[in-house]
């Protein structure tokens, strides 16, 4: 099955182009962006060596339901989806910190918390806490937004402050959001049979306003439990059932990579590659509660390029 991995556009009125871990951002003039959801896939800041079919289709769906699905909180950059795997949208300034929200102790923090650490990003965690275990309410743990191959790095609140990153004004309107659109996405999941563990948000400035950027509620940016079972892996001290990319970070771990220096990406088989695709897949099921179609992968660059095209002209 064909993968998108790398693209070369020239569109009319491109004035920049960035080149993310998986996505390609086309700037056009007139304050608008062409976002191209790669198959690529990163794991610990590093990108990986094989292109996953689907992925892109995927978390470009994903994203634009659930940007249509929370414009009643904050405006979005969204535009339109001229393509399964490209979203035209509003040109925004970044914000350069990424706002994580977590509902539950796992992952990262998880393995933090394990070997001692009792606060994160400023925020004092209790003694006793268990793996998967569900805080009293979600806590919102920033990061910097790192460039490929650094990784990023946990800021508090009054860090992202005193380095201007944002007003005080500004930051309170991104954790207003921030927990708003994790309510919205729990709620959502929940009608599904899942639990949306933890995720982040990219916020930007468009005319002095605040925009939501970026993906939303997807796979690579969130973390999924089944509901279903939950409570009694959790007492039994289980792992959980899930849908996010933490089995690709699982897998790659044991087998001897975590992105440090000196480490081997281990082989990506064809049997590896269709069982994260297929992972994708279930999470787009699961996530939307629609079948997946899967679009003719066959000539995948070209049929971007006559959509998109199409699309500036009208």
């Known amino acids: 099955m064909a993968t998108l991995t790398k693209t070369t556009y020239q569109f009319p009125g491109q004035i920049g182009v960035y080149n993310g871990k998986v996505r390609d951002v086309y700037s056009i003039e007139g304050d608008k962006l062409i976002m191209v959801a790669s198959d690529r896939i990163s794991a610990f800041d ?3 060596p094989k292109g996953i079919p689907f992925k892109g289709q995927v978390l470009n769906q994903i994203a634009a339901k659930f940007l249509d699905a929370t414009t009643d909180i904050c ?20 914000f350069p910190v990424e706002m994580i929200v977590r509902g539950y102790l796992c992952g990262s923090a998880w393995r933090a918390y394990k070997n001692g650490v009792r606060e994160i990003c400023g925020i004092k965690l209790p003694d006793g806490m268990r793996e998967n275990e ?4 979600p806590i919102v743990t920033p990061t910097t937004k790192a460039e490929i191959g650094e990784h990023d790095a946990e800021i508090s609140k009054e860090e992202i402050l005193a380095q201007g990153f944002a007003t005080p004004e500004e930051y309170a309107l991104l954790e207003k959001y921030t927990l708003q659109l994790f309510k919205r996405g729990t709620e959502i999941a929940a009608q599904r049979g899942l639990i949306l563990v933890d995720t982040k948000y990219e916020f930007g400035l468009h005319d002095g306003k605040i925009y939501l950027m970026d993906e939303i509620h997807t796979p ?14 959790f007492e039994k001290g289980e792992p959980q059932r899930q849908l996010s990319k933490e089995f690709v970070r699982e897998w790659l771990m044991d087998n001897g990579f975590q992105g440090k220096e000196g480490q081997q990406v281990p082989e990506m088989t064809d049997e590896i590659v269709k069982s994260i695709s297929d992972r994708y897949i ?8 629609e079948k997946f179609v ?7 660059e070209e ?3 006559r959509n998109v095209l199409q699309f500036l002209q009208q």
Request: glycine share 6%.
């Open 75 to 94: 405006p979005n950059w969204k535009l339109a989806t001229p393509d399964p795997m490209v979203t035209v949208g509003i040109t925004c300034k970044g």
């Open 46 to 48: 590093v990108i990986l």
């Open 282 to 289: 279930e999470l787009y099921e699961h996530i939307t509660g």
């Open 134 to 137: 569900k805080f009293p309410e």
């Open 220 to 233: 690579d940016s969130s973390r999924y439990f089944y509901s279903d079972g939950y409570q009694e892996r």
């Open 294 to 300: 899967a679009e003719d992968s066959d000539k995948l």
């Open 303 to 305: 049929r971007i390029e």
